[in-house]
């Protein structure tokens, strides 16, 4: 990369917006000088300037929470900076997973458009259910029946799924894919499988 042609401001430093690279969400802003930016592209994990304290740090450097760089995009103007990452834990100081956690404006869930992202969203629920039951929760039920009756349900749902689809219906195999995604979503909970698992070995499989 030709750091001529970044265009910081008259600090020397430049905006980067950090996205987790897994769900696009959008995880922490910070900035980078020329120093910092080379750093990053050297060693692959995000370094930067804080204002603050007039020092690079490199993120998670004491926390263990880093962010290693899978792209670096420069916007139109090229004077801001879009870093697409693998975090590891929490990318918020505070403990939270993204420092945007402040509404203001709050989207209607149902009027979001779905995406691939709604899987990761399900598995963080699955977690969830383990560390706070709640009562009358189907997925509760799974997890304390225990991997003999989860895989039974991913096999019936495999079985639904394939019915639908000799049918000649849409509707039924949407239906009963979704039926069998979420309980291969809880199978791979079970065994300690995490979608990103999943979604690197598709990659590897290009």
């Keep these: 990369m030709d750091l001529s042609q970044v265009k910081f401001n008259e600090q020397g430093l430049i905006p980067a917006i950090?996205?987790?690279?897994?769900?696009?969400?959008?995880?922490?802003?910070?900035?980078?000088?020329?120093?910092?930016l080379g750093l990053t592209l050297e060693t692959g994990y995000a370094t930067y300037f804080s204002r603050s304290r007039q020092k690079l740090w490199k993120k998670g450097e004491t926390s263990g929470h880093t962010q290693k760089v899978l792209g670096?995009?420069?916007?139109?103007?090229?004077?801001?900076i879009l870093l697409t990452v693998e975090q590891t834990g929490p990318a918020c100081h505070t403990g939270a997973r993204s420092c945007f956690f402040n509404d203001v404006l709050t989207p209607d869930e149902d009027e979001l458009p779905a995406s691939a992202a709604i899987l990761e969203r399900v598995y963080s629920v699955i977690e969830d259910r383990r560390e706070h039951p709640q009562e009358g929760s189907y997925t509760n039920y799974l997890l304390e029946k225990g991997i003999e009756k989860i895989c039974k349900k991913v096999g019936e749902e495999a079985s639904e799924t394939i019915i639908a689809a000799m049918k000649n219906s849409p509707e039924e195999v949407t239906y009963e894919a979704a039926d069998l995604l979420y309980h291969l979503l809880v199978l791979c909970f079970e065994r300690g499988v995490r979608p990103a698992d999943l979604w690197a070995e598709l990659a590897r499989r290009r």
């Design 18 to 36: 950090v996205q987790d690279a897994a769900t696009g969400e959008v995880l922490m802003l910070a900035w980078m000088n020329a120093e910092s």
């Design 72 to 80: 670096l995009k420069l916007d139109c103007d090229r004077d801001a």
